[in-house]
């Protein structure tokens, strides 16, 4: 069973920058495509960013392009999402999430295999 634990939420005002962590365990990552998704207060979860196996290949929500990014350390079997520049409508619960499925840039929920259990974001204004 593939576990991920989400590191490294907060609060902070727009402007600032966080770095999340995802450190995973039981699984052998690099046969995973990972993906960061959130979940605004009162919406559905949404897509972030997701990352190939290897990280050769990275995709983004037109929403986060040029201020987020997603990376992999397969060394030590943790993602991370760089996020700059927030914004008060970035404030979210934010989810590892891991897909037995080969990249195909954007993935959707229902493709996921493994979540975290959310790490929270809140951007004050």
């Known amino acids: 069973q593939v576990q991920l634990v989400e590191s490294g939420g907060g609060l902070v005002q727009a402007g600032d920058s966080l770095r999340l962590s995802c450190a995973t365990s039981?699984?052998?990552?690099?046969?995973?495509?990972m993906a960061w998704f959130r979940q605004p207060p009162g919406r559905e979860r949404e897509f972030v960013a997701s990352?190939?196996?290897?990280?050769?290949?990275?995709y983004y929500a037109d929403s986060v392009k040029g201020q987020f990014t997603i990376s992999r350390e397969d060394a030590e079997n943790t993602i991370y999402l760089q996020m700059n520049s927030l914004k008060p409508e970035d404030t979210a619960a934010y989810y590892c999430?891991?897909?037995?499925?080969?990249?195909?840039?954007?993935?959707?929920?229902?493709?996921?295999?493994?979540w975290g259990q959310g790490t929270p974001v809140i951007v004050s204004s």
């Open positions: 990352i190939s196996r290897g990280g050769g290949a990275t």
């Open positions: 039981g699984g052998t990552f690099i046969n995973y495509t």
């Open positions: 999430a891991a897909s037995a499925r080969r990249f195909d840039g954007y993935l959707s929920p229902i493709r996921v295999d493994y």
